[in-house]
């Protein structure tokens, strides 16, 4: 199978960067964009070629099986290390836990130095401590990282591993060629203020109850009897408790439903996974279990209970429901939690670097009050018609508080995806020194954009 082009595109980067012997680098792409697609066949099956002994890095047992399928398919047949083997000697690709690692890496200090390429799946954890001493052992491996999500909750820069990033396409360029569209519905919204905030999110057990309440979770279920009764769901919650609670109600609503957690067996939770995918299930109740890797293009709802602080993780969330799939033509998010009015839609372009991790930018949306859904500026609401007159006081510009100096490190032609006004566009142009006929060209852009959207 031939890769898209956008990720030959990246692909190529990726090997340009390995052949500069560049140590750290950082690829990015949205969730469901093929990022494993990508390495597999754009970049292993290349140095694989080329002789390289190989790593690829996963921290759960479902990406592990997952990266072996995928390099089965391309006819690589990598050698499993984890808590039940060892490397295979004769192996020239390794799929690795990276606990089992961390564990053995003494006993397998030899090995670890003859690698030449690690590629850490799901790379914004990479920065904690015990994967860095890890991925320092492998002395003469470059590294590649591979995630949906280039910065963390707690904002530790991906800069203190990675030299260079290689930034793929958006969520909303990718939309809807290659990912679903996804509606946005929010029924109610919660009042955390009274929350406190623990390592940089909500403190779980106060979360869990404000959230935990049989009332909120009942308004979730009409909302998803509304918009997608019988879909294919992922109910994403705050505690074991709530998951459970939460798959009570929707049982009492007549719903097959599950909730998955970590005292579960391996094969009762992959049975309830794949219970979902298969139909089975219309609601699978989670709590950071299916957050990140999980991999079922069916799923065309989210039920989203969990308030979080953590772009990250609400990014990682929306991912869930972007896959495409036969006769799959949107996907449909019930946002309980006020997700998207504090970090932005599941399409919202987010600006980061290396060295600064999430830039903060303004997320400019308007809620529906007629039928409750969230969309970007507009003068209609998409679903109900519903005017909106005043839309363009939401278009204020979103890049005032960002820094010249931070502005300065990012591709001009990537900036402008965040233009909403034409005080954005001089304040680009200032930090960059562009030229006057720039700004010109830019605003006939930004005009363009603003006038396909009065005729949507």
């Known amino acids: 199978m031939k890769l898209r082009p956008y990720q030959q595109k990246n692909a190529d980067e990726i090997l340009a960067c390995l052949e500069r012997g560049v140590r750290g680098t950082l690829y990015a792409l949205p969730t469901a964009g093929g990022k494993t697609a990508t390495v597999v066949r754009g970049v292993i099956r290349e140095v694989v070629n080329l002789g390289w002994p190989t790593v690829f890095l996963v921290h759960r047992r479902e990406l592990l099986h997952q990266?072996?399928?995928?390099?089965?398919?391309?006819?690589?047949?990598?050698?499993?290390?984890?808590?039940?083997?060892?490397?295979?000697?004769?192996?020239?690709?390794?799929?690795c836990s990276i606990d089992t690692l961390k564990a053995r890496k003494k006993r397998l200090a030899g090995w670890l130095r003859t690698i030449k390429l690690v590629v850490v799946d799901e790379a914004h954890h990479a920065v904690a401590a015990g994967w860095q001493a890890l991925l320092e052992d492998f002395t003469n491996a470059l590294i590649l990282g591979?995630?949906?999500?280039?910065?963390?909750?707690?904002?530790?820069?991906?800069?203190?591993?990675?030299?260079e990033a290689v930034r793929g396409p958006s969520v909303g360029e990718l939309t809807p060629r290659w990912l679903c569209p996804a509606e946005v519905w929010e029924p109610w919204s919660p009042d955390t203020s009274g929350v406190p905030i623990s390592r940089g999110d909500?403190?779980?057990?106060?979360?869990?109850?404000?959230?935990?309440?049989?009332?909120?979770?009942?308004?979730?279920?009409?909302?998803?009897?509304?918009?997608?009764?019988?879909?294919?769901?992922?109910?994403?919650?705050?505690?074991?408790?709530?998951?459970?609670?939460?798959?009570?109600?929707?049982?009492?609503?007549?719903?097959?439903?599950?909730?998955?957690?970590?005292?579960?067996?391996?094969?009762?939770?992959?049975?309830?996974?794949?219970?979902?995918?298969?139909?089975?299930?219309?609601?699978?109740?989670?709590?950071?279990?299916?957050n990140e890797g999980t991999d079922i293009p069916v799923v065309s709802g989210a039920i989203n209970l969990r308030p979080t602080k953590s772009t990250q993780l609400k990014k990682q969330q929306d991912g869930r429901v972007l896959r495409t799939h036969f006769g799959k033509t949107r996907s449909c998010i019930i946002d309980m939690a006020g997700g998207a009015n504090l970090h932005g839609l599941p399409d919202a372009d987010l600006l980061w670097t290396l060295e600064d991790g999430l830039i903060p930018i303004r997320h400019r949306t308007i809620r529906c009050p007629k039928c409750r859904r969230r969309f970007e500026p507009g003068p209609f609401c998409p679903s109900c018609s519903m005017a909106f007159p005043h839309w363009q006081q939401s278009t204020l510009p979103v890049l005032a508080g960002v820094s010249e100096h931070i502005l300065r490190k990012l591709p001009t032609q990537e900036l402008e995806r965040f233009v909403a006004s034409e005080i954005d566009i001089r304040h680009i142009a200032r930090a960059k020194g562009l030229a006057n006929s720039w700004i010109y060209h830019a605003s006939q852009r930004l005009r363009d954009r603003q006038n396909e959207r009065r005729r949507a």
């Open 146 to 163: 591979v995630t949906a999500t280039p910065y963390r909750g707690d904002g530790k820069p991906l800069g203190v591993l990675f030299n």
């Open 202 to 290: 909500f403190a779980v057990g106060e979360l869990d109850r404000l959230m935990n309440n049989d009332k909120i979770t009942k308004m979730a279920m009409n909302a998803y009897a509304a918009r997608m009764p019988g879909e294919p769901a992922i109910v994403f919650c705050v505690s074991i408790a709530h998951a459970r609670r939460a798959a009570a109600i929707s049982a009492a609503y007549g719903w097959r439903a599950i909730a998955v957690d970590g005292e579960m067996s391996d094969s009762d939770r992959d049975s309830a996974i794949d219970g979902l995918a298969s139909g089975y299930y219309q609601h699978l109740m989670s709590c950071q279990l299916v």
């Open 67 to 95: 990266a072996v399928r995928t390099l089965a398919r391309v006819g690589i047949q990598a050698s499993v290390v984890d808590q039940d083997h060892d490397p295979d000697p004769l192996a020239l690709v390794h799929v």
